[in-house]
T-cell receptor, first 112, second 113 residues
Framework: SQQGEEDPQALSIQEGENATMNCSYKTSINNLQWYRQNSGRGLVHLIL?????REKHSGRLRVTLDTSKKSSSLLITASRAADTASYFC????????????FGPGTSLSVIP | DTAVSQTPKYLVTQMGNDKSIKCEQN?????MYWYKQDSKKFLKIMFS???????INETVPNRFSPKSPDKAHLNLHINSLELGDSAVYFC????????????FGQGTRLTVV
């Protein structure tokens, strides 16, 4: 099974609402990252949170990390149609934490 | 300027053929990666190179051979293509193996018919 798994698999909301996506992982990590992928495009890095951090903000994005529960959440506030994309969490694993494993992603649709 | 560029963007080829995908990054990064994304959007790491040296090889068939002529380039050659190789292949780079914030190329959609 995968290291990181996002929940839900798909999310549909109205513009202006908040969107919350969750990520769970299995092994200890050094960092956890969130990426966005627009349809037909490459992944874009959104935010990195270190294992000793609990919360991080970037614009309308808020990421939390709970290492005791091995979970993270990504909150997008005041969503816009342009936020429609797939969102992936990625954790670094391995003896040197030099291998990044991506979860299957959450597909977010923001309806205008 | 495109930070990580890969060519071609689309590749349609017949089973059994050999094909290459090229990747270049102009970010001055030491580490480059190849990822495969399947039809369900699951992204799996294939290879990682640091300063032209292979550091990660994830149980990829030996029909896949990466080549890094210098640290700004990581090409992927695939021999004897199979139907199951159809996917989107992404090249990415990061500053170092330990700094894993990655910059991705636009992807190459490979279709094997």
């Amino acid at each position: 099974s995968q290291q990181g798994e996002e929940d839900p698999q798909a999310l549909s909301i109205q513009e202006g609402e908040n969107a919350t996506m969750n990520c769970s992982y299995k092994t200890s990590i050094n960092n956890l990252q969130w990426y966005r992928q627009n349809s037909g495009r490459g992944l874009v890095h959104l935010i990195l949170i270190r294992s000793n951090e609990r919360e991080k903000h970037s614009g309308r994005l808020r990421v939390t990390l709970d290492t005791s529960k091995k979970s993270s959440s990504l909150l997008i506030t005041a969503s816009r149609a342009a936020d429609t994309a797939s969102y992936f969490c990625a954790t670094d694993v391995g003896a040197s934490y030099d291998k990044v494993i991506f979860g299957p992603g959450t597909s977010l649709s923001v309806i205008p | 300027d495109t930070a990580v560029s890969q060519t071609p963007k689309y590749l349609v080829t017949q089973m059994g053929n050999d094909k290459s995908i090229k990747c270049e990054q102009n970010l001055g990064h030491d580490t480059m990666y190849w990822y495969k994304q399947d039809s369900k959007k699951f992204l799996k790491i294939m290879f990682s190179y640091n300063n032209k040296e292979l550091i990660i090889n994830e149980t990829v068939p030996n029909r896949f051979s990466p080549k890094s002529p210098d640290k700004a380039h990581l090409n992927l050659h695939i021999n004897s293509l199979e139907l199951g190789d159809s996917a989107v292949y992404f090249c990415a780079s990061s500053r170092s193996p330990m700094n894993t914030e990655a910059f991705f190329g636009q992807g190459t959609r490979l279709t094997v018919v």
